[in-house]
């Protein structure tokens, strides 16, 4: 089984929907991550947690909410999506053991029409 | 601010050639982490390789070789003897020691290898 999983790994939703994208892991890792990869621009990351109690804005934040359920969880909120949110999302883990290298799950497809 | 730069958007090659991916970075700290990943056709990212700040050693992985040269901000990957599986997306990638490892990223270098 993948250590990091996201779901939906598709979804096409209309302007002004709220959708809600998830990731679990098993990794045992504290840090988690999200990020959204556009063509020509790499990742950017949106929203990072280092533990449960921990939420901090990255780089693109605005129209974005997360919440950390739980050591293993971190979801993504879209409130009221656009069409400029169509992306590739990623979700990531890392832990300071490991020198903080990211390992990202598989991603979500989400397209705003 | 943090900045990786990777000049080359794509780049074509006939299988076994040796390829080079240049990776261009910009911080203020002392102390960082640089990496590189691979993002095949099938969409999912691989991580590759991390280098820290200290360690100016080159490395070598089978194919794979990278070259970190703190006196001009590069750290780039070689890939010899290219092979069609090795087409794919590749980023490089830096982040800070001090407040995580939040991770800036180049906008890539699509690799085509053909037969």
């Known amino acids: 089984d993948a250590d990091v999983t996201q779901t939906p790994r598709n979804r096409i939703t209309k302007t002004g929907k709220r959708i809600m994208l998830e990731c679990s892991q098993t990794k045992g890792h504290d840090r988690m991550y999200w990020y959204r990869q556009d063509p020509g621009l790499g990742l950017r990351l949106i929203y990072y947690?280092?533990?449960?109690?921990?939420?901090n804005k990255g780089e693109i934040s605005d129209g974005y909410s997360v919440s950390r359920q739980a050591q293993a969880k971190f979801s993504l909120s879209l409130e009221s999506a656009i069409p400029n949110q169509t992306a590739l999302y990623f979700c990531?883990?890392?832990?300071?053991?490991?020198?903080?290298?990211?390992?990202f799950g598989p991603g979500t497809r989400l397209l705003v029409l | 601010a943090q900045k990786v730069t990777q000049a080359q958007t794509e780049i074509s090659v006939v299988e076994k050639e040796d390829v080079t991916l240049d990776c261009v970075y910009e911080?203020?700290?002392?102390?960082?982490?640089l990496f590189w990943y691979k993002q095949p056709p099938s969409g999912e990212l691989v991580f590759l390789i991390r280098r820290n700040s200290f360690d100016e050693q080159n490395e070598i992985s089978g194919r794979y070789s990278w070259n970190f040269q703190k006196s001009t901000s590069s750290f780039n990957f070689t890939i010899t003897a290219s092979q069609v599986v090795d087409s794919a997306v590749y980023f490089c990638a830096l982040s800070d020691m001090e407040y995580g490892n939040k991770l800036v990223f180049g906008a890539g270098t699509i690799l085509r290898v053909k037969s």
């Open positions: 911080t203020r700290d002392t102390t960082y982490y």
């Open positions: 947690s280092f533990d449960v109690k921990d939420i």
């Open positions: 990531a883990t890392s832990d300071f053991s490991n020198q903080e290298t990211q390992y």
